[in-house]
């Protein structure tokens, strides 16, 4: 199968990449900078809001995964405009030229916390989005113009809303600062009083859910989680419990888009790709430190 990642660089992308070439998949990277580790993928390195000028890079595609995001959840207010425009005008850019190149797929890494908004109960995939950031409101924005390609286009897509992956390679985001910070004894800053819960999931089972959905699940969305809310103090503890050592927290005020309590349900995952994690989240931080659950 011929695959193209876009942000194939990025965090989800290097730990993917990783898995697509074991399968003998013909593989086109693109991104901004490219790290070039494997000599059997290509590399095209450029500016995704100018996704139409590189039409090249989608002839004879079967599947684009969609990874690319420029912002984060914390985005303020001065940047939502530059958020629209390089994130949803360039997925629509992008959308169009894989109808004219007749590309059969997209997968798009959503996100499976901040669209639902606030909730004290696990987020379904039948629960009305509340997205309450620009980053997520964009991440919604994309999965319904993805439905309307699909409709009117004739477009295959699959939605992963994936939480909050951790380990692996390289990878940003509060759990995997927490265990670099770990591993180097050093002080990490905790917004709030580390009782915030979310839903963490190891980056393997995020790769595997990913990879499952290759030319398959048409116009579906998906939750890819732990089905688990863990606060930062009760990952705290499961550090310690694994290293024998408290990790350094520094408690800082807290930020007013942080949602008490996210986590999701990963029940339709199982019932229709038979997907589920083979890793809870003391066994993925147990690999990535060592030592014992």
């Known amino acids: 199968m011929n695959i193209l990642v876009l942000g194939g660089n990025g965090y989800i992308g290097r730990n993917l990449l990783r898995e697509l070439i074991k399968v003998s998949h013909n593989v086109v990277v693109f991104d901004k900078k490219c790290e070039r580790k494997y000599d059997n993928v290509k590399y095209v390195e450029g500016d995704f809001t100018r996704i139409k000028e590189y039409p090249e890079i989608f002839e004879n595609i079967d599947a684009v995964y969609h990874l690319i995001s420029s912002s984060v959840p914390n985005s303020n207010r001065s940047a939502i405009a530059d958020d629209i425009r390089i994130n949803l005008i360039s997925t629509v850019?992008?959308?169009?030229?894989?109808?004219?190149?007749?590309?059969?797929?997209?997968?798009?890494?959503?996100?499976?916390?901040?669209?639902?908004?606030?909730?004290?109960?696990?987020?379904?995939?039948?629960?009305?989005?509340?997205?309450?950031?620009?980053?997520?409101?964009?991440?919604?924005?994309?999965?319904?113009?993805?439905?309307?390609?699909?409709?009117?286009?004739?477009?295959?897509?699959?939605?992963?809303?994936?939480?909050?992956?951790?380990?692996?390679?390289?990878?940003?985001?509060?759990?995997?600062?927490?265990?670099?910070?770990?591993?180097?004894?050093?002080?990490?800053?905790?917004?709030?009083?580390?009782?915030?819960?979310?839903?963490?999931?190891?980056?393997?089972?995020?790769?595997?859910?990913?990879?499952?959905?290759?030319?398959?699940?048409?116009?579906?969305v998906f939750n890819i989680c732990s089905g688990r809310a863990l606060s930062i103090n009760e990952l705290s503890l499961i550090i310690e419990k694994t290293t024998g050592r408290k990790p350094k927290l520094k408690y800082t005020p807290s930020r007013v888009f942080d949602l008490p309590v996210n986590y999701c349900d990963n029940t339709l995952a199982l019932n229709e790709m038979h997907w589920k994690p083979e890793y809870t989240v003391e066994q993925g931080i147990c690999k990535v430190l060592g030592g014992n659950i």
């Open 93 to 220: 850019d992008m959308l169009n030229t894989c109808v004219d190149k007749k590309v059969k797929k997209v997968i798009f890494s959503s996100s499976g916390g901040t669209i639902y908004g606030s909730s004290i109960r696990k987020n379904k995939e039948t629960d009305l989005p509340m997205p309450q950031t620009a980053y997520s409101i964009n991440k919604y924005a994309i999965e319904r113009y993805l439905e309307y390609f699909y409709v009117f286009c004739g477009l295959d897509y699959t939605v992963l809303r994936i939480t909050n992956p951790f380990g692996g390679y390289g990878g940003g985001g509060v759990l995997n600062t927490l265990l670099a910070s770990h591993k180097n004894n050093c002080e990490v800053e905790i917004w709030g009083d580390g009782s915030v819960k979310r839903d963490y999931i190891y980056i393997e089972d995020v790769i595997s859910a990913l990879i499952l959905v290759l030319g398959k699940y048409e116009n579906k």
